[in-house]
């Protein structure tokens, strides 16, 4: 086994890994959800030069909620590299999957909020008149692609505050690979619902601007069809908990 | 950073987490009186406490016949309703900063989210999951309930198994981890303001309490009442 000094400059290295994982993997899905959400106000904006201010307002709130992705990873990042101090081997490992926890499901976070919040712009552009009601339904749908990636958040929480301590004998590494598994399940795991929640979020503003009669039904079936394509984060986040706590 | 262990208290064999009773039985205390103010003095022309409470209870009206179908939707309103009410409640419990108080050796504890322990979103979900199936046990018949399980065709018995398990644990891990996850990070801004000392800002988990209590809390609590009336539907309504 590795000794004192070796294991506090192994720790050191992985810790910048985990920095690079988390911002790194972050930055890319809400960049691209921001980007999407703009492209579609403006071209709203060319239809409807009239109802500029609702559509910028619509976007500036839409590509803040988008934004949430990179905002915890850069959160997560400055915490790695001031806060986080890991003397061990398990602790930084479990930093690493930490890092790569959220920073991966929020790839996919930011696209699925952006999906929403372009598929909002468009329809207001369509039907300046449905733009409070699709206000919040553009929340309600952004509120729900959040709550998977609020899981991988959670789950990079317990990994770095977790106090997880080396037991100096060989079943570290069993230990390491265990919380390595708990990090890439989360991460993995958390990617398919927001996207896919967050094109039922995105067709169901669309419909409601095409059918406002119908948005209290639209809303209600929106969120059944999110919630079922949510449940296999919520299967990740059991395993994830399991392999933290209970193996 | 740590979380002080629950307050246990041991009847018999059986361990009760005192914290988690006491804060729900808070916010039924807290229900009943709302209940009981907004509607004192019940007239034919509503006045504006009486308007807020027939507002709450015409919207779920509403949701529960459209989903039921009127004749089992009325008998069933004050059920959906009383669970709706209790988990927005529970979800925002965070937002009223209620310190722990000691009186000689009675230990009240800080008001936090009931919801954030396990133990309570598995008991609704046992109470309005398991409630579904016995609606379809007294719809059905007990033959009916069984066949349903090997419905289309005989061979789909083990996936219809795994459905019912993974609705139980769907609905119950998605309220747990939303409010369990939106506390931590509160809990988690408040320590680093507090601790950086950079930014002595501990007044920064207000607004985040505020957006994973109020709005966050709302949103899931209106998707676990229509989950739990959705499964409760599919199996209760023959169409």
Not at chain 2, 113 to 131: D, H, I, Q, S
Request: hydrophobic share 55%.
């Amino acid at each position: 086994m590795l000794d004192a000094a070796q294991i506090e400059v192994v720790g050191e290295v992985l810790r910048y890994i985990a920095v690079a994982l988390a911002m790194g993997f972050g930055a890319i899905g809400s960049a691209v959800g921001e980007g999407h959400t703009a492209g579609m106000m403006l071209g709203g904006a060319a239809r409807q030069p009239s109802e500029y201010g609702g559509l910028f307002r619509t976007m500036l709130i839409g590509q803040a909620m988008a934004e949430t992705a990179g905002v915890f990873a850069l959160f997560i990042a400055i915490i790695l590299i001031w806060v986080s101090d890991p003397r061990t081997l398990v602790a930084a490992v479990a930093n690493v999957s930490g890092g790569f926890a959220v920073g991966f499901s929020g790839i996919a976070t930011g696209i699925g909020m952006g999906y929403v919040s372009s598929r909002a712009c468009e329809g207001m552009a369509r039907q300046p008149e449905v733009s409070d009601r699709m206000m919040l339904s553009m929340l309600l749908a952004q509120a729900m692609v959040t709550s998977a990636f609020m899981f991988a958040f959670l789950v990079t929480v317990l990994l770095i505050f977790g106090g997880f301590r080396d037991t100096g004998s060989f079943n570290d590494i069993v230990h390491c690979a265990k919380y390595m598994g708990a990090g890439l399940a989360m991460g993995f795991g958390a990617c398919g619902p927001a996207i896919g929640v967050g094109i039922a979020g995105g067709e169901a503003c669309r419909g409601i601007a095409a059918h406002q009669e119908n948005s209290g039904l639209l809303t209600r079936m929106m969120f059944v069809g999110m919630a079922v394509a949510q449940s296999t984060a919520i299967y990740s986040l059991v395993i994830s908990l399991i392999l933290l706590y209970a193996v | 950073m740590e979380v002080a262990p629950p307050l246990l208290i041991r009847i018999g064999r059986l361990t009760y987490q005192y914290e988690t009773v006491y804060v729900m039985s808070m916010v039924m205390l807290i229900l009943i009186a709302l209940a009981a103010f907004l509607t004192r003095r019940l007239t034919m022309v509503p006045g504006r406490a009486q308007a807020a409470a027939e507002f709450i209870v015409e919207t779920f009206d509403e949701l529960v016949t459209q989903s039921f179908g009127s004749k089992l939707g009325r008998p069933l309103l004050p059920w959906m309703g009383t669970l709706f009410l209790f988990l927005v409640l529970s979800n925002a419990f965070g937002i009223f900063p209620v310190p722990r108080i000691q009186i000689g050796w009675i230990v009240l504890p800080a008001w936090e989210e009931p919801t954030r322990n396990y133990m309570v979103p598995m008991t609704l979900a046992l109470l309005f999951v398991g409630g579904g199936h016995i609606g379809q046990v007294l719809s059905r018949g007990v033959l009916g309930y069984i066949k349903s399980y090997f419905e289309p065709i005989v061979f789909f018995f083990p996936l219809n198994v795994a459905t019912v398990a993974a609705e139980f644990i769907s609905i119950s891990f998605r309220l747990f981890g939303n409010v369990f996850g939106g506390a931590v990070i509160a809990s988690i801004a408040f320590n680093l303001m507090v601790n950086i000392r950079i930014f002595p800002m501990p007044w920064i988990n207000i607004p985040i309490s505020m957006f994973f209590g109020l709005f966050v809390g709302l949103v899931q609590a209106f998707v676990f009442t229509t989950l739990a009336m959705t499964y409760a539907s599919v199996k209760i309504v023959e169409e």
